[in-house]
DNA sequence: TATAGTAGAGAACGTGCGTTCTCGCGTCAA
DNA sequence: TTGACGCGAGAACGCACGTTCTCTACTATA
């Protein structure tokens, strides 16, 4: 089952825990983030958590030092899952237009998840952004990070400057406007729309 | 001091709380839409917003059945305040397609007041949909309703069926972003991709 | 002035939270 | 087998919340 064989080495001192920590953090952490995806953070407390990832509290309080740091990690946690699936998603496509427009196709897939809620970020901002300052400040990394990201695409594809920033529009407001509806249509109207910017933008020069 | 005179008329029962109820409760209600959108519904307690109202718990009570109750009321209330402040800017503009694009406009203004924190119904969502399913439903109900809007909008100018939720897109991108960003720029990055969108739709029919 | 009724201040109540502590069991070295 | 240690279960603690209740002071009439 485990694929590490356990530290007999340390001997002396009763110490046999270091591969067992990273997964019960693991496991704490997929717990966290299914609950706070789904019901919001101040809802969850840290008996369901405790519930859920199956670890006991003392357990809980040895791995992390607080709830906030635990709202912390699953959020860059989030952050990095985030990254990793969209930008796997614009490297299949095959031109820089393409791989603009994989962005949508992307959340397209992922509205259609049963139980997506929207944009954790975005969630996480509306609800605590007000009162726990490193939450807000976290949110605007994290949606400055896909703003340069885009930007870059952008400029790949010989795009103007405007044109980053009207794509991000694009995708945010699909975003909420999926989670809130219920629906994943908002993907499609987002690509479409972008289709038209890049189109109309990319042709500025050309009709010039 | 008081606009209006006590009702003395009402003399056997020593009732004399109508008016005064109904200025208490526009007190509540300002007290508790300022309060929640700025910290947050769960963050905000009853007995901040007795302090911030002026009010005490007895006349909350009195007046209230209990705190959802308020929430729902003031969500309601903030509908009610948007869609005013959108159709009256809308109605200044003198073209059907100056009238989608004061929308824009009018986003912008919003964006750069002080205490801007995003849409109220945005906010709610990311807190309480997963566990108040009644505020899910207005979010929802106000969502739909600002869709209906635009979709007319669309239709008055002559566009297709699909503008109208392109459109909306970019304004609720522009919300999120404004309000995570901090500053009003997206509502002018908006405002062009609109321009862009709305050309180019409009376009369609006479290049054919 | 005396009295009934009202409303505000804030204590009280029950609950649930984040965090820490206690207890008892199981495990392993000698 | 013994004994010490480590861990999980969950009780305990302090606090804050939503809601209700109590007490006091004041207003208005006779």
Redesign the pocket.
Known sequence: MHPQSPPAESAGT?R??RIDDDAARERALQAADRLYYSRGIQA?????LRAESG?????L?ALFP???AIVEEVLHRRHDTWVQGVTSAVQLAHSPRERLLAIYDFLGRWFSDDDFRGCAFINSFGELAGVVPRVAEIVRDHKTDFQRYVAQLVADAGGSADLGPQLVLLAEGAQVTAAIAGTPEAAGHARRAAETLIDADLNVGVRA
Chains 1, 2 share one sequence.
């Open positions: 009763g046999r825990t969850v407390g840290m008996d369901d670890l006991s509290l003392k357990r309080y607080s709830k906030e």
